[in-house]
């Protein structure tokens, strides 16, 4: 089987966000990069998460054609593609509709910098792009274009989505923006949440960066040392 290590990774992560609340039944989608062949690991459409093993992961190209898989592709795949395209930074995309943040998507919010974690994970406020149906090249290039270089954008009136560049991080942000999400909707309601300062925000997200950033895993020395 093609890419089993990967697959079954992807398969347990799939497995994870919907365990620890990230998705409900069959939403969301996951997908992961492998560096050295330029496949794609996707979820499928419609998976059913409690039995998804690494047989049911697809492989496609960068351009979304089946390479091996027994099911078709979830239907975000021109939008995975095409950010794992652009964003050579990362190899993990995350889709889901995990319900804080995507509430934030509803009343056209950005989600702000409230926790430190966040700041780390995240590096900014989490924009809200406007919104569109999904599953199409275009709703791809909307999304693609509101996400820009961060880690996480929400889809109005849909969900969320993060990058990363290990499963593990990925996971970790996504969850790093719900918690955000969460802890800001309830503080409002006790008063005026105060944001971190945008200096204490950039040195959080340097350091994470330094460690966890594409070049700090790829064993960059100069990265390293900082
Ligand atoms: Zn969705």
Redesign the pocket.
Known sequence: MLLEDLRAEVARYARKMSTSGL?RAT???LSAHDPETGCICITPGGADYETLIAEDIVVVDEEGSVVEGRWQPSL?TPLHTLILRRRRDIHCVM???SPYATAFGVVYQPVPVVLSESAACLGAEVPVAPYAP?GTPEFAELIAEYLGEGSAVI?GN??AMVVGTTLALTFSTAHALEDSAMVCAIARQLGEPKLLPPEEVAQLRAFWLAHYGQRALAGDPEEAER
């Open positions: 998705v939403q969301g989608n975000e889709h889901t509709h999904s889809w849909h969900g």
